[in-house]
């Protein structure tokens, strides 16, 4: 399957960072202070990079599931489902029927992109729960570690940072850049595929228990 323009951008960019930023590999190991401080440099940038791109696919994917829901409500993929299922009751306020938890939930996860900080595990499960997404395992690791050498690179000081690896780094960079691969098709074929016929726009919500209202969500 076809990886989205997103994507195609995104690893472009990498590969240019590489080329900018990244030393040339030794063979003995031996780096000078520059070396290892463009390392550092060429770590941020990736990280930032990244960061970006998975905001940027996530919002992208949530607006056009949403944008296909809004122009015929009745058909639900996963997404909107989802959506609908995620949207957090406010107290003391009337409940809100499936139409509007959806529209909700959306505007909320917007928001939760544009202040997001960051890849580390829980980063990926605020903006990817709302829309009933589980990132792979071996991926939620390897971001999560990244993110943690971001870390220590952006908020202490030089003097108790050991040096970086390029070579290391670079093959760090790389195993995300595949991994994210697989995320970006698995992603655009989750919002195309598995549409739930009729939402339940006009139903009694008052009236309904928890599990009659999932009933509802899936079913109409």
Not at 42 to 65: D, G, K, N, P, R
Request: with cysteine.
């Amino acid at each position: 399957m076809a990886n989205s323009l997103l994507y195609i951008g995104f690893k472009q960019r990498l590969l240019d960072l590489e080329s900018h930023l990244l030393p040339a590999i030794s063979p003995t190991l031996t780096y000078t202070a520059k070396d290892e401080d463009l390392t550092r440099a060429y770590c941020l940038l990736c990280h930032a990079e990244i960061e970006a791109y998975i905001e940027s696919i996530v919002l992208a994917t949530a607006t056009q599931a949403y944008n296909k829901w809004s122009t015929d409500k009745t058909k639900v993929s996963q997404i909107i489902f989802h959506l609908a299922y995620s949207y957090k009751q406010v107290a003391n306020k009337p409940k809100e029927p499936p139409y509007s938890m959806v529209s909700l939930t959306f505007s909320q996860l917007q928001k939760s992109i544009t202040s997001n900080n960051g890849i580390k595990e829980d980063n990926l499960n605020l903006i990817l729960k709302p829309i009933g997404f589980e990132i792979d395992p071996p991926l939620a690791l390897l971001l999560t570690n990244f993110g943690k050498t971001r870390g220590t690179i952006a908020h202490t000081s030089i003097s108790t940072q050991q040096p970086l690896d390029p070579a290391t780094e670079k093959n760090n960079v790389t195993q995300i850049l595949t991994a994210l691969k697989s995320f970006d098709e698995d992603l655009v074929d989750y919002e195309a595929n598995g549409i739930i016929n009729t939402t339940p726009v006009n139903m009694a919500w008052d009236s309904l228990t928890f599990w009659q209202r999932l009933k509802y969500l899936f079913t109409g």
